[in-house]
């Protein structure tokens, strides 16, 4: 039995794990797929400060109350950052990591020096996201109609710090990981040059699927068994 601790992205929760959690519980496997404060069920306790590094702390405080050991951290868009930074606290509870079609910044990079947003969002003192227009027409556009349902229905802002604040990682990259960089090919962010960056710098294993950039809610049959690979 492995034990999973999967981190969702922006403007998601641990909902957008659902169906591919499903699958790896069903295999025997334990699995944590929570939702980072100020996002999802904790939106009302948006409120200033929250950053990367609090959202990550929170994370590697989780493995530590649980008890957790030799943990597949995985990790999706904006929730590589977070990855990233829980993997750094967390060290010794870490057993290998995925990134599925992931954000993993180098220390001092900022999200806008990635990511190509052709239009704008609404945007507030505490928060950032998609209009409900943008995210069924462009955002969530590729699911079948069930799945952009339940994900326009759960949708929330993101705490904009965490979007917009440079990264602090001072020795994350430095150090020997076991990895696994997953590019969905249909997505046009964070792209394929910062996924193989993530991958050549991390001598991680490198994959390509067929998908959009929800594959943990659109194709968790696809996703599951990559999750699985040691």
Known sequence: MATYVLIHGAYQGGWIWQPTAARLRAAGHLVHAPSLDGCAERRHALRPGITVETQAAEIAELLFYEDLNDVVLAGTSSGGMVLCRAAELARERIGRLVFVDALALLDGERVSQIVNRPTPRVTTALSVGPSREDA?????AGLDPAARAF?????TPHPI?????????KS?????WKAIVIRCR???????AHQRRTAETLGAKYLDIDTGHYPML??????APLLLRE
């Open 172 to 176: 994350f990259w430095s150090q020997p």
């Open 136 to 140: 069924e027409n462009r955002s969530f």
């Open 186 to 192: 249909r997505a046009p962010n964070p792209g394929e």
């Open 151 to 155: 994900a326009l229905a759960r949708y």
């Open 161 to 169: 710090a965490a979007m917009e604040d440079a990264v602090s990682l």
């Open 218 to 223: 659109s194709d968790p049959e696809v996703l």
